[in-house]
């Protein structure tokens, strides 16, 4: 059985993108590149917001054989998993070049759950919005934070709707630059 699991890199007031929508404050250095990947590397699907798929599908296409290694390694990580977008607006011509990637017209935590607990791999949630839900409706068993040392003063929050969950912390660690790793997992 697989785990429901969210991960994301903030900022220290809670935002993954800035109020341009960039991000480029938490491009990750080799050290929380390397334990990004670790987070995700038993994932067998990826159900993403149209928004942060737009941002990952370059994986499909990039040609890595330069770049570090936590690079590479999580271009072999992205290619082994399934994905499923979540999108009302994305036609089935938006996924050429995409492989092993679908279209789901709705996120149904249900579903995800249901995924999960018939694969021997994980789910991933991909993206605030699916995130909170996802959340609100207790099927998360991990989150995955890490927060970088910088105050963008709004732009897209890492949890946009209320929700009301108490969280373990499992795990923290430092890396260079000042970003801290933080695991938890919810109450129940």
């Not at 220290?12 to 995700?40: C, I, K, Q, S, T």
Request: charged share 30%; hydrophobic share 40%.
């Amino acid at each position: 059985m697989g785990r429901v699991v969210y991960g994301n890199q903030m900022s220290l007031d809670g935002y993954v993108a800035d109020r341009e929508g960039r991000f480029d404050w938490a491009m990750p250095g080799e050290d929380v590149h390397a334990a990004v990947n670790d987070d995700v590397r038993d994932v067998g699907t990826f159900v993403l917001g149209r928004r942060v798929w737009e941002v990952l599908r370059a994986w499909d296409v990039m040609d890595v054989s330069d770049e570090p290694g936590p690079v590479r390694d999580f271009a072999g990580i992205w290619a082994g998993a399934d994905k499923v977008v979540c999108s009302r607006t994305l036609g089935e011509d938006d996924l050429a070049g995409a492989p092993r990637t679908r279209i789901s017209r709705t996120f149904d935590p249900d579903e995800v759950r249901a995924l999960a607990d018939a694969a021997d791999r994980d789910v991933a949630v991909g993206g605030p919005e699916l995130a909170s839900q996802a959340l609100a409706s207790g099927i998360v068993d991990e989150v995955s934070l890490h927060v970088h040392p910088v105050v963008v003063g709004g732009g897209t929050a890492a949890f946009p709707t209320p929700v009301a969950l108490g969280f373990e912390l499992v795990e923290e660690r430092r890396y260079a630059g000042g970003v801290v790793g933080l695991r938890y997992r919810p109450r129940r």
